[in-house]
């Protein structure tokens, strides 16, 4: 079935930096288009980027844009999201999916903390 095991989670000082992987299976992964999404505390999942299926074009939410990259390895059957320049108010659960109606897989927690 479906699976997406993310991870690359951590704590990190504003400014810093972090990866994250998310490793899926289940569906023939290079024929969707890839989301990650975020979900703070006490708010709902948004989007926070897209990917297209073969990695040629991909949006952010405007709150992101400029900080952070979403990139795909087809090969891995993965889905990256590199964030820079990390502030406060991007501590949040963090998923991927190929879909909103998918199951989710437990996420990797990102806090922006001094």
């Known amino acids: 079935q479906v699976q997406f095991v993310e991870s690359g989670g951590g704590l990190v000082q504003p400014g810093g930096s972090l990866r994250l992987s998310c490793a899926a299976s289940?569906?023939?992964?290079?024929?969707?288009?890839m989301q990650w999404y975020r979900q703070a505390p006490g708010k709902e999942r948004e989007l926070v980027a897209n990917i297209a299926n073969d990695g040629t074009s991909s949006n952010y939410a405007d709150s992101v844009k400029g900080r952070f990259t979403i990139s795909r390895d087809n090969a891995k059957n993965t889905v990256y999201l590199q964030m820079n320049s990390l502030k406060p108010e991007d501590t949040a659960v963090y998923y991927c999916n190929a879909r909103s109606d998918w199951r989710w897989g437990k996420g990797t927690l990102v806090t922006v903390s001094s």
């Open positions: 289940g569906f023939a992964f290079r024929r969707y288009a």
